[in-house]
């Protein structure tokens, strides 16, 4: 019997290395993976040939359209093999696939279809798109309306709005996110309102979150309306909506609902007023403090902290003492974002709370208070082994920016070398800290060490720059440790970090290469471009497209030259793909505008082609690679 287990671990080995190995097959610099792909498809073990069709997809290689159109097309094959086929000739982009994918729109297994429909949105191929939204499974409609949605066809408009009574909730998630493209059609504003109503919570958080992006005030008094509900989910988005579409009537449509009779009617309109931040709604709030109900009166509480006015104190003092631990703890939070004085007494009353979760807030708003008075208190709780929220008088602690916390921590700090404390001295980035933290630096455990780097990069002295570069060439510290000393070489941008990191380009450890290439990418030295060029050869694609986008950051001649010559029909299905999503999320942050255009720089100097913004030009552009 043990003889027949240890033949069947063997086995069992024996296929869970074939499945690395096919993994990695794909990763090996200047190497040609597919006959060894083609050579995994013969295998007995399920996962094994999975993951062999899998990567024949992901290399993007013509070389691959047909042993996947085999595979797709054998009827004897199992689903999953059928579907990765399917999924991998989308990638793949090969117009000899459009017919056999089109005749996968009637395949008798769900998920085979979904994968062949949207590998037809790949091909905007709208015919048979258009066929499928009358298959009868609701998710294969749905991802066929939401390919539909990227085609000018004028047919799609009326689809969409006929999707919006399809009885799957998940397709008419698709329509309403479809209309957001028509928005300039005076009719999409009403026809949205009216799925406010849906009965399916996604169709309206959908439906709050495109009237928003379309900013038309008409949407105001549905949108409050449509907070009568107890689904905070929805809730919320319509708040943000209301938020954006900045209606001076806004409040005065939400103030008589802090009344209503419904409970969630009084806490959504509660929340949704401290999204709003309007001070004409302390004193209705404050009168909310009272309400019969626990809930009601813990989101009041936040509410009044987040307008931020100190009219509100003296409620919330008085909350500290409400019978409701949750209402006592909302309370002790908000008290933090008031900075009123008038509160710190009260709050080292609060200390004594039987509740070890309310002590804890009450802990960290006093600290934060960087009152005088609080110090004592909590030196007190942190010199107490038994306070079961010891945690939280730690960061108490260090919320106070005291310097008697400060020399506190140095001394356990020189006594234990402990992690935490480290930590604890690089969020008050005192400097005195600086020369015990570079002495720490020899602590043997990995998650301290990693915590003390971290710790001398938040104080940005020069002092440390040497020490931390003697870390990451360390060839024996912990992969965490050497990731960690990268990223603050790149954090404190001194050019002495450049050689140390452009050797790090070569580490055994995929997530210390990578923050290497990422924090090279701070700095504009002429020494970086050859180790960057290099790094285009690396075993992994994410690495290889960092770099990329790296060489374009450096704004070089010979770097433009390289970016020119690259010829990796992956990378530029990637770039095109992150280029596609940054255009739909126009309306992100300004702080993420600057990698935006790295992406569409990097694409542009690659392919030698700027077609902006059209995401269809781009992909008719790449199925058209050799």
């Known amino acids: ?49 999975n993951w062999a069709i899998l990567a024949l997809g992901d290399t993007c290689d013509r070389r691959a359209v047909a042993p996947l159109i085999a595979i797709m097309l054998d009827k004897e094959a199992k689903a999953m093999d059928r579907q990765a086929a399917t999924q991998g000739l989308g990638k793949i982009g090969d117009d000899r696939a459009l017919a056999p994918l089109i005749s ?81 059609n005076p009719a999409v504003v009403p026809l949205l309102i009216d799925r406010l109503a849906d009965e399916d919570s996604g169709v309206r958080s959908y439906a ?80 909310l403090m009272k309400d019969a109900n626990a809930g009601v009166r813990s989101t009041t509480a936040w509410a009044l902290g987040n307008i931020g006015d100190q009219r509100a104190t003296p409620a919330l003092i008085a909350a500290l003492k409400d019978p409701d631990a949750s209402v006592r703890g909302s309370a002790a939070s908000i008290l933090e974002y008031l900075h009123d004085p008038r509160a710190v007494e009260p709050l080292i009353a609060a200390l004594k709370d039987k509740y070890p979760d309310v002590r804890a807030k009450v802990i960290y708003t006093l600290g934060a208070s960087k009152d005088p008075r609080a110090f004592a208190p909590l030196l007190a709780l942190y010199k107490n082994p038994a306070e079961p929220r010891l945690a939280w008088v730690f960061e108490g602690l260090i919320a106070s920016g005291d310097s008697r916390v400060v020399e506190m921590f140095i001394t356990e700090l020189q006594a234990n070398n402990k992690g935490g404390v480290a930590g604890a001295l690089g969020k008050m980035k005192d400097l005195r800290a600086v020369d015990p933290l570079i002495k720490a630096l020899m602590n043997p455990h990995a998650t301290a060490r990693e915590n003390i780097v971290y710790a001398l990069g938040e104080m940005h002295d020069a002092r440390a720059i040497m020490p931390i570069m003697r870390v990451l060439e360390d060839k024996s510290a912990a992969k965490e440790v050497r990731s960690a000393a990268a990223e603050v070489l790149g954090d404190m941008g001194d050019k002495r970090a450049v050689r140390p990191l452009v050797t790090a380009l070569k580490d055994r450890d995929l997530s210390v290469r990578k923050t290497a290439l990422a ?62 999503a940054n255009v739909s999320m126009q309306e992100n942050m300004q702080k993420d505008a600057q ?22 030009k781009w992909r008719a552009w790449w199925r058209k690679l050799p």
């Not at 006959?35 to 399920?46: H, R, Y």
């Not at 905070?232 to 939400?254: F, G, Q, S, W, Y």
């Open 208 to 287: 709050a979150q495109i009237l928003a992006k379309i900013g038309d005030r008409r949407a105001t008094k549905p949108l409050v309306n449509a907070l009568r509900t107890s689904e905070d989910r929805v809730n919320t988005e319509i708040a943000l909506a209301l938020v954006k579409l900045n209606d001076p009537a806004t409040i005065d449509l939400l103030l008589p609902m802090l009344q209503d009779k419904a409970v969630y009617t009084r806490c959504a309109a509660a929340a949704a007023l401290a999204t709003l931040r309007d001070k004409r709604a302390v004193e209705p709030l404050l009168k």
């Open 104 to 184: 996968m729109t009637k395949d008798p297994e769900g998920s085979v279809r979904i994968a062949a429909v949207s590998a037809l949105g790949e091909f905007a191929a709208v015919e048979p798109l258009i066929a499928a939204l009358q298959d009868p499974g609701f998710a294969v409609r749905a991802v066929a309306l939401d390919s539909l949605t990227h085609s000018d066809d004028p047919r799609i408009y009326p689809l969409l709005v006929a999707g919006l009574d399809d009885s799957s909730g998940a397709v008419r998630e698709s329509a309403v996110d479809g209309l957001e493209k028509y928005q300039a």
């Open 519 to 580: 924090s090279l990418t701070k700095f504009k030295d002429s020494h970086v471009i050859s180790p960057l060029i290099e790094t285009l050869g690396d075993s992994e694609m994410t690495v290889r497209l960092m770099a990329a986008e790296a060489l374009e950051k450096q704004n070089n001649w010979r770097a433009k030259i390289t970016l020119r010559q690259i010829k990796d029909r992956a990378m530029l299905r990637r770039l095109i793909s992150d280029h596609a």
């Open 1 to 49: 019997m043990r003889k027949k287990l240890l033949i069947a671990a063997i086995i069992a080995v024996c296929f869970i290395l074939a499945t690395i190995a096919v993994q990695r097959l794909t990763t090996i610099p200047h190497f040609d993976p597919l006959p060894g792909l083609l050579t995994a498809l013969k295998t007995s073990n399920d996962n094994t040939r």
């Open 595 to 616: 990698d935006r255009a790295i992406t569409a720089r990097t694409l542009v100097a690659i392919s030698g082609r700027n077609f902006g913004d059209d995401i269809k």
